[in-house]
């Protein structure tokens, strides 16, 4: 179980890496018509309740949904359904971050890149991208740590199949339902534990970065 919990949310964080970097640079550094909307929109899971979150990724992805219905596989009350939540719900923070280390790079650089002629792509890849890494690093090891504890979202569209889809927050609830307290307060001390390490690594990285 903790080793899938593990497992998920790695998955789920390298899932948002490529998106995610990708509309944190856009809002960072370019103006466009729509941007409140798209800003708005990224951020809609961080004050939405999880569960309302997770309706609707079952409305979109289950067996008749838009998007569901189109896959060659099934997704809600899998593995899949889990790696889902987790990477929509810690969406947001990694976007959040990553934007602020965007707009923290000189773009003094990229306009010296520019001027000798580097394309877009370029600067972007040896100048933005590695100026910014300590601040996107954090970002990931801040949305990792959201996706470890996430739990709203998941129950509700993956469910709690033992040795499927059950992971330690979910554990956690159903230990409490149970009476079996003990078997609780363990799994909470462990994702208490890794939250912690988690948070302290992006910390120091955002200063690091900030230096």
Same mark, same amino acid.
Do not use: C, H
């Given at each position: 179980?903790?080793?899938?919990?593990?497992?998920?949310?790695?998955?789920? /964080?390298?899932? *948002? !890496?490529?998106?995610?970097?990708?509309?944190? =640079? *856009?809002? +960072?550094?370019?103006? =466009?018509?729509?941007?409140?909307?798209?800003? @708005?929109?990224?951020?809609?899971?961080?004050?939405?309740?999880?569960? $309302? /979150?997770?309706?609707?990724? !079952?409305?979109?992805?289950?067996?008749?949904? %838009?998007?569901?219905?189109?896959?060659?596989?099934?997704?809600?009350?899998? =593995?899949?359904?889990?790696?889902?939540?987790?990477?929509?719900?810690? &969406?947001?923070?990694?976007?959040?971050?990553?934007?602020?280390?965007?707009?923290?790079?000189?773009?003094?650089?990229?306009?010296? $890149?520019?001027? *000798?002629?580097?394309?877009?792509?370029?600067?972007? &890849?040896?100048?933005?991208? %590695?100026?910014? +890494?300590?601040?996107?690093?954090?970002?990931?090891?801040?949305?990792?740590?959201?996706?470890?504890?996430?739990?709203?979202?998941?129950?509700?569209?993956?469910?709690?199949?033992?040795?499927? @889809?059950?992971?330690?927050?979910?554990?956690?609830? @159903?230990?409490?339902? *149970?009476?079996?307290?003990?078997?609780?307060?363990?799994?909470? $001390?462990?994702?208490?534990?890794?939250?912690?390490?988690?948070? !302290?690594?992006?910390?120091?990285?955002?200063?690091?970065?900030?230096?």
């Amino acid at each position: 179980m903790i080793a899938f919990t593990i497992e998920m949310a790695l998955a789920a /964080t390298i899932l *948002l !890496l490529v998106p995610g970097t990708l509309i944190a =640079w *856009l809002l +960072a550094r370019r103006g =466009w018509r729509g941007k409140t909307l798209v800003e @708005t929109i990224v951020m809609l899971p961080l004050v939405m309740p999880p569960v $309302a /979150t997770g309706l609707i990724l !079952l409305q979109l992805f289950g067996r008749r949904g %838009p998007i569901g219905s189109r896959l060659g596989f099934d997704v809600i009350f899998t =593995w899949r359904a889990v790696v889902l939540a987790m990477s929509v719900m810690a &969406f947001p923070l990694f976007v959040r971050t990553a934007r602020v280390a965007f707009e923290q790079v000189n773009r003094r650089y990229e306009d010296i $890149a520019r001027t *000798l002629g580097a394309s877009e792509a370029r600067v972007f &890849f040896t100048i933005t991208l %590695p100026l910014a +890494a300590r601040g996107l690093i954090a970002g990931a090891v801040i949305a990792f740590a959201r996706a470890l504890g996430e739990f709203g979202a998941t129950i509700l569209i993956a469910g709690n199949i033992p040795g499927q @889809t059950s992971t330690i927050a979910v554990s956690i609830y @159903t230990f409490v339902q *149970l009476g079996e307290d003990r078997a609780a307060m363990s799994l909470l $001390a462990i994702s208490v534990g890794i939250a912690f390490a988690a948070i !302290l690594a992006s910390e120091l990285l955002l200063r690091k970065a900030r230096a």
